[in-house]
């Protein structure tokens, strides 16, 4: 992470953020304009007070009643533009933030999986949020403040020189200590922000995990130890936010002295203007309020670095989850119904593995058989599974997926053809039709409730909402083996011509296997099936045997 930390370069960070503005450029544009529009109608309240004041003590002619309706107008102006700026800044925000959480997502769900996740869920997600959030709010709300800060810094300066040069020449030297102060606690604040980042993905994961497998914890009495380890995690963040406020409150005490050395220069280069005539009241008002036109720009620039420096540690962590290796992209590859798949000298080992997984292997998995594919736990048998799915690359050799008239590398474009039933429990959250149309999106009901007849899941007739029954997180209603069959159904609902069972009936009893293997035969008579199983009965209903190991 470091050493990314090191190669990001100042045009990335803005080229990051530039083509992740795509869509809302002009609403921010208008965000900027409403904000220098507001910088327009401030300066001219200044001017309006001065007026006002200089009328009511003689030094100028006009109308009162005039200059105090003109004073109320803008005053109206102010509120109506700051209100649509506000709503403007809003709708933009969310925009911004559903976009860059969109793209990461695909990008995630894209990329190539190595057999080992790099980072943990919950940091995933706590990026996915927590980062999205810190650089959304920096883009839709910081820069155009920012920018509109710059224009309010230089318009009150201008001002400020046409009344009094000297004193607006005095007010800006407080500037190149704000500037100093901001390079110097660039490369501190940068860094405690990313460690309180990442400090809150451990934290994050930490409470996924623990809910995710809250019954292994109680089963092993493991509470006190898992608060603990809470506990532990919540200190050290504690101790780094503590650290990055104390740096944080230093900076602003030294900006909060230059500020009000400012505001008393400014009060009393008027008190001496007045006594010596050359300086009215009306004069003395407005420099006193230009001073916060120009003073408290300022400040809020040496507030605004803070929060850029935030937002670089969140790119840095996002990009991360970009740098993943993307999967191809392109037109599935459809082979005819007779299809098959060749292995042919394949060799694979994870990337941190230390001997190989599989070792010069070579079978054909011939059109329309069936093959059980057997051996103890840690052989390969799931390894190869995905192989087949192109979920992993082989270290050397190739699978190939062939039919009468073509054969084609496995890649990502030809699992199309592929049905795929994992091992487990692997519903997602939502009701069983959800569930169901993931396998296929344009499936009627009569199509699912053929699926779940072949998957010998019948019991959804039963239910009460039938279809429409809602499933937990992980199936949570349901049995293992309902999960089981309606995953099966789920999975039978693709149009690919070769099945992948890995471990389908491991939660069935008996009965319900032997009817559900019968099933599966029939239904799918002249399609190529491999199962990943223990069990030799279903091994009886298989042409040929491959034992792994």
């Keep these: 992470m470091k050493e990314l930390q090191k ?10 953020l530039w083509q992740n503005s795509k869509g809302v450029r002009g609403a921010l544009a208008g965000n900027v304009l409403l904000g220098g529009l507001s910088v327009a109608l401030n300066l001219g309240f200044i001017w309006v007070c001065k007026y006002l004041v200089d009328i009511a003590t003689g030094d100028k002619q006009g109308s009162i009643v005039a200059i105090a309706c003109l004073m109320a107008g803008l005053m109206l102006a102010r509120i109506i533009i700051n209100a649509w700026n506000s709503r403007l800044e809003s709708v933009t ?6 976009i860059i959480r969109q793209r990461i997502y695909s990008n995630l769900l894209q990329s190539q999986w190595e057999g080992k996740e790099k980072m943990h869920s919950g940091d995933t997600l706590n990026r996915l949020f927590s980062d999205v959030d810190a650089i959304t709010r920096v883009i839709c709300q910081e820069f155009p403040s920012f920018l509109t800060t710059l224009v309010q810094l230089v318009a009150a300066f201008l001002f400020m020189c046409v009344m009094d040069i000297r004193l607006a020449l ?8 704000l500037i100093l102060l901001s390079k110097v606690f660039f490369r501190k604040m940068r860094q405690l922000t990313r460690d309180i980042r990442e400090s809150e993905s451990s934290i994050q994961s930490h409470i996924q995990e623990s809910l995710q497998h809250k019954t292994v914890i109680q089963s092993l009495e493991g509470g006190d130890m898992a608060e ?3 506990d532990d995690l919540q200190q050290t963040e504690y101790g780094q936010v503590l650290r990055r406020t104390r ?3 230093i900076s602003r005490s030294i900006v909060g002295v230059a500020f009000n050395a400012g505001y008393a220069t400014a009060f009393i280069w008027s008190a001496f203007g007045i006594w010596h005539g050359t300086t009215t009241y009306g004069m003395m008002t407005a420099f006193l309020q230009l001073v916060g036109q120009i003073q408290g720009p300022l400040v809020r620039l040496t ?6 420096i935030y937002a670089t540690a969140s790119i840095d962590r996002l990009m991360e989850l970009e740098d993943a290796e993307k999967e191809e992209r392109g037109e599935p590859v459809r082979l005819g119904e007779g299809a098959g798949i060749r292995i042919d000298n394949l060799t694979f080992r994870y990337p941190d593995g230390v001997s190989d997984v599989l070792k010069d292997f070579s079978f054909d998995f011939k059109p329309g058989t069936r093959t059980a594919i057997v051996g103890e736990t840690g052989v390969g048998k799931s390894t190869l599974i995905r192989l087949m799915l192109s979920l992993l690359r082989p270290t050397g050799g190739h699978v190939k997926l062939y039919d009468a008239e073509k054969e084609v590398d496995a890649s990502p474009l030809t699992r199309i053809n592929i049905v795929y039933v994992p091992q487990g429990n692997s519903l997602l959250s939502g009701t069983i039709r959800d569930n169901l149309l993931l396998g296929d999106p344009a499936a009627d009901d009569r199509k699912m409730w053929d699926a779940l007849d072949t998957a010998a899941a019948e019991f959804v007739h039963e239910l009460p909402q039938g279809l429409d029954t809602v499933c937990g997180e992980r199936g949570t209603g349901l049995s293992e083996g309902q999960a089981q069959r309606i995953a099966i159904a789920r999975g039978l609902l693709r149009p690919g011509s070769i099945l992948l069972l890995d471990e389908f009936s491991a939660s069935l009893d008996p009965e319900t296997e032997d009817r559900l293997i019968r099933n599966l035969t029939a239904h799918d008579a002249g399609k190529t099936l491999i199962f990943i199983t223990h069990r030799e009965k279903i091994a009886a209903y298989c042409d040929n045997i491959l034992r792994l190991g």
């Design 303 to 308: 507030h605004q670095i803070p929060n850029f």
């Design 7 to 16: 190669k990001v370069t100042i045009g990335q960070y803005i080229n990051w």
């Design 170 to 177: 005095i007010l800006i030297l407080i500037m190149p200590l």
């Design 247 to 249: 740096f944080n409150v």
């Design 228 to 230: 603990g380890r809470l």
């Design 93 to 98: 925000y969310a925009r911004m933030n559903f």
